[in-house]
């Protein structure tokens, strides 16, 4: 049931994406912010009750509902995976950015690609050179299909195989939507945020994505350049402030021979820019980027191909499973 769910989503989901300002989006604004103003009173213990209303509740109710729906109609059962990997995987959540600032460089228009980079991530892209903005927009395009795609598939059949259907992909989605928000609403809003939740919040969803993380960053080194991959997974993957996205990025970037990340300008994107102190893995000497060729447009449709590659490994892994389980 799991390929088949996972492969119609997929299939839907490119014939009918979700629009860009949606229901579901904001259904998940509401419920985060309502668990927030509800049970929010400043202590470190009320962080994670808002977490747990947040992320848990909507995991147990779907996994409560799939059982209920499996014990009455296995067919209903795969219409409702379906359903809920429809509303939390899928690349057109995020790819119309990518294809919108692709667009732009095509056409030189260096100006609208900054204002989408910058009203996608919100941060201050205005003064990027064109390099550092390529590089940019490879890098948060890697993350986002890891967060839309890999990392919600990974947990989604890591829970069905236990029974619980769905919920995995609700966890990862919610626990993923809840660091963002809280980031979000403090930096970006400049809304008053309980700084508790914030850090547990990005804490939670590091240790959630752990595993999922290593394993897209495997799928890039099979379908790349193995050897390269895994080299930059091992020496520069320190290089980034976080860890699970320093994995992603640095194998990625030895698959496909490109330089990621380097010193932005200050201000610019902190969440992505390198840290040097304490020296976790970078060189000083050096202006922190990956070994391999600055980033053309070009360049972008190999990301692209290494994603969609990336994909149809694992999907086919999947298969292979299904397959024995039936025959065993």
């Known amino acids: 049931m799991s390929f088949f769910a996972v492969l119609l989503a997929l299939l839907i989901e490119q014939v009918k994406p979700l629009p860009r300002d949606n229901r579901v989006h904001d259904a998940l604004v509401g419920w985060t912010g309502w668990a927030g103003r509800n049970f929010d009173a400043g202590r470190e213990h009320h962080a994670w009750v808002v977490w747990g209303v947040s992320v848990l509740v909507p995991t147990v109710i779907v996994a409560a509902a799939y059982l209920a729906i499996n014990a009455y109609s296995t067919a209903l059962a795969l219409a409702f995976n379906v359903l809920v990997l429809y509303l939390t995987l899928g ?186 102190v304490g020296g976790a893995g970078a060189n000083p000497a050096s202006d922190g980027s990956t070994p391999g060729v600055p980033p053309l447009p070009s360049h972008l449709q190999n990301i692209v191909a290494l994603v969609w590659r990336s994909v149809v490994l694992w999907m086919l892994l999947l298969a292979l499973l299904v397959l024995a389980n039936l025959l065993g």
């Open 91 to 276: 690349f057109r959540q995020f790819s119309h950015y990518f294809t919108d600032i692709r667009d732009a460089l095509d056409r030189a228009d260096e100006a609208e690609a900054r204002r989408l980079l910058s009203e996608w991530r919100h941060l201050d892209a205005s003064e990027l050179p064109r390099n550092e903005l390529l590089r940019h927009v490879i890098e948060h395009s890697l993350l986002a299909a890891h967060r839309h795609v890999f990392g919600v598939f990974f947990w989604f059949v890591a829970l069905q195989a236990v029974g619980l259907g769905p919920a995995g992909a609700i966890l990862y989605r919610m626990a993923e939507f809840c660091g963002r928000y809280w980031s979000f609403k403090s930096k970006a809003l400049q809304a008053p945020a309980n700084e508790r939740s914030m850090q547990l919040s990005q804490r939670l969803f590091s240790l959630i994505d752990h595993v999922p993380a290593r394993l897209t960053a495997f799928g890039f080194a099979v379908v790349g350049n193995f050897e390269e991959a895994i080299n930059g997974w091992r020496q520069h993957a320190l290089l980034w402030r976080h860890a699970n996205e320093g994995i992603i990025l640095a194998s990625a970037a030895g698959a496909v021979g490109l330089q990621l990340g380097g010193i932005a300008a200050p201000g610019i994107t902190p969440d992505r820019s390198r840290t040097f």
